[in-house]
């Protein structure tokens, strides 16, 4: 079953590789990555091996369960994917983020010191700010804070810092640092893995169905056939979730662009804005359709109007 996993998967990724290498020729056309072709390669064999690490395990869950616990196998295995989602969002600063970048710690000076600050005054325990190799890989500018509880960590680009003001950089990390002060990283994975629980659940109704199985040619969840089916319902589970998804997703982000308001520069937030938006060659006003279903933020004019 790994192997077929492993077949469909890079099927899927030859598939969409011409489209993948020409979204990196605009990448590179408009000067948003200085990244070599065969470093952009690595990267992809590494998404790839990870998506399969990722499929694998959620797959041998769900068949897994299915053959041991013919009547309650979507309980028990959506229980235990949602666990696998708290374990993969903890592990991941540690695990996979160094796959991709190396970390340093932010050298002792001001912007440091003004940093922890900000993390004090929004009550925020942070023992150390990391820097994040990014340039080698994007010319873009951001800032982020992954994992929770032990593995918590706020991360800011090496260059955000080599090319904006403090302020700017400081109106960045208030923002991140907001998303750790409400625990948003936590309350996300908690969010997927309740979404996760139910989506295996909407699985097991879909996969009992007779008519399922007849038009599929599957027999049951124990069938290698039903490889293909489980990965084909879940690309379109996550395309159809993603409006709830993003709105969701909208609302932390306005919540923390709020929060930093109060303890930074709203005229930097101003500035930042519009430099994030010139380097990334983003729309500040998207279509209404493409925001609510792929926007994950508030637009940048919404983002400026609300500094303002």
Same mark, same amino acid.
Request: overall charge negative.
């Given at each position: 079953?790994?192997?077929l +996993?492993a077949?469909?998967l890079l099927?899927g990724q030859?598939?969409?590789?011409?489209?993948?290498?020409?979204l990196?020729q605009?990448r590179? #056309?408009?000067?948003?990555?200085?990244?070599t072709?065969? $470093?952009? +390669?690595i $990267?992809l !064999?590494?998404? *790839?091996?990870?998506?399969?690490a990722?499929?694998?395990i959620?797959l041998l869950?769900?068949?897994g369960c299915?053959r041991?616990?013919?009547?309650?196998?979507? =309980?028990? =295995?959506g229980?235990a994917?949602a666990?696998?989602?708290?374990?993969?969002?903890?592990? *991941?600063p540690?695990?996979?983020?160094?796959?991709?970048?190396d970390?340093s +710690? /932010?050298?002792?000076? $001001?912007?440091?010191?003004?940093i922890?600050?900000?993390?004090?005054?929004?009550?925020v325990?942070? #023992?150390?700010v990391?820097?994040a190799?990014a340039s080698r890989?994007?010319?873009t500018?951001?800032? *982020?804070?992954?994992?929770?509880?032990?593995?918590r960590?706020v991360?800011v *680009?090496?260059?955000l810092?080599e090319s904006?003001p403090?302020?700017q950089?400081l109106s960045?990390?208030?923002h991140e640092?907001?998303h750790a002060?409400h625990?948003d990283v &936590?309350v996300?994975?908690?969010?997927? !893995?309740f979404a996760?629980?139910i989506?295996?659940?909407?699985?097991? &109704?879909?996969?009992?169905? !007779?008519?399922?199985?007849?038009?599929s040619?599957v027999?049951?969840?124990?069938?290698?056939r039903s490889v293909?089916?489980?990965?084909?319902?879940?690309?379109?589970?996550?395309?159809? =979730?993603s409006p709830v998804?993003?709105?969701? +997703?909208r609302h932390?982000?306005?919540r923390?662009?709020?929060?930093?308001?109060?303890?930074?520069?709203p005229? =930097? /937030?101003?500035?930042?804005?519009r $430099?994030l938006?010139?380097?990334a060659v983003?729309d500040?006003?998207?279509?209404a359709?493409?925001?609510?279903w792929?926007?994950?933020?508030?637009?940048?004019?919404e983002r400026?109007t609300i !500094?303002?």
């Amino acid at each position: 079953m790994i192997g077929l +996993s492993a077949v469909i998967l890079l099927i899927g990724q030859v598939a969409t590789l011409p489209f993948s290498l020409a979204l990196r020729q605009r990448r590179v #056309d408009y000067g948003l990555t200085e990244q070599t072709l065969a $470093d952009w +390669s690595i $990267d992809l !064999a590494k998404n *790839y091996l990870l998506g399969l690490a990722v499929t694998s395990i959620a797959l041998l869950v769900l068949v897994g369960c299915a053959r041991r616990w013919r009547t309650w196998w979507p =309980a028990i =295995a959506g229980g235990a994917c949602a666990g696998l989602v708290l374990a993969g969002s903890y592990v *991941y600063p540690v695990l996979v983020e160094p796959l991709f970048n190396d970390f340093s +710690s /932010m050298p002792d000076g $001001d912007t440091r010191s003004q940093i922890l600050a900000l993390a004090d005054d929004q009550g925020v325990a942070v #023992d150390d700010v990391l820097i994040a190799d990014a340039s080698r890989r994007t010319t873009t500018l951001n800032a *982020y804070v992954s994992g929770f509880g032990d593995t918590r960590r706020v991360v800011v *680009y090496d260059n955000l810092i080599e090319s904006q003001p403090e302020d700017q950089v400081l109106s960045v990390v208030a923002h991140e640092l907001a998303h750790a002060k409400h625990d948003d990283v &936590l309350v996300g994975t908690g969010l997927g !893995a309740f979404a996760t629980l139910i989506g295996v659940g909407l699985l097991g &109704l879909i996969a009992s169905s !007779a008519r399922v199985r007849r038009r599929s040619g599957v027999g049951g969840l124990d069938d290698p056939r039903s490889v293909a089916l489980v990965l084909g319902l879940m690309t379109v589970a996550t395309l159809l =979730a993603s409006p709830v998804q993003n709105t969701i +997703s909208r609302h932390v982000e306005l919540r923390a662009d709020l929060d930093a308001l109060r303890v930074s520069s709203p005229e =930097a /937030m101003v500035d930042l804005q519009r $430099d994030l938006c010139l380097r990334a060659v983003c729309d500040p006003t998207p279509p209404a359709w493409s925001q609510f279903w792929f926007g994950s933020h508030p637009t940048v004019l919404e983002r400026v109007t609300i !500094a303002g």
